[in-house]
Structures are given as C-alpha cells and as structure tokens.
C-alpha cells in the first residue's frame, strides 16, 4: 500500500520511517539543524511551495529522503493507520 504526501507523490507504507509535525519538532535546535543539513546534502524534497505542515522520513532507493508535505502529521497518521487496517 502507499501513503499519499500531497501533490503527486506517494511513498510505499513500507518505506515510511517516521511521520513528523513541522511546528512542534522545529521547536528542538537539534530538529532544526538536522532539517538544514539534510536540505544542503539534498536529501529534502518539497512537495508544494506552501507552508509545510509534517515532514516524513522515509527509505528511497536504500537512502533516506525527507518530504516536506502540506498534510499534517495527524492526517498522515491517520491515513497510515487506515492502509494498515485494509491490509
């Protein structure tokens, strides 16, 4: 089953290692900085130029890869949990 990010992309619920709110995890310098370096080694993906509201790691291709996503980590959660149960 895959998980819906926003926009077009979508991931394997598989491959979903972590799903995140971008206001509350930012609050922690460590976030934040871990958030910056990932970006300039270019493992961050924006999926819309809106605001983010989650960011989710995940395993593409034996690498990490952060997406930036609209949806909030809630709504992701909960639609994770929901492929969960259809499996």
Known sequence: MFLHLGENIVVPIKDVIGIFDVETSTYNSDT?????MAEEDGFVEKITKDKPKSFIIAEVNKKSKIYLSPISS?????????LDYEL
């Open 32 to 36: 934040l900085q871990f958030l910056r």
């Open 74 to 82: 809630s709504t992701l959660t909960k639609r994770s949990k929901a």
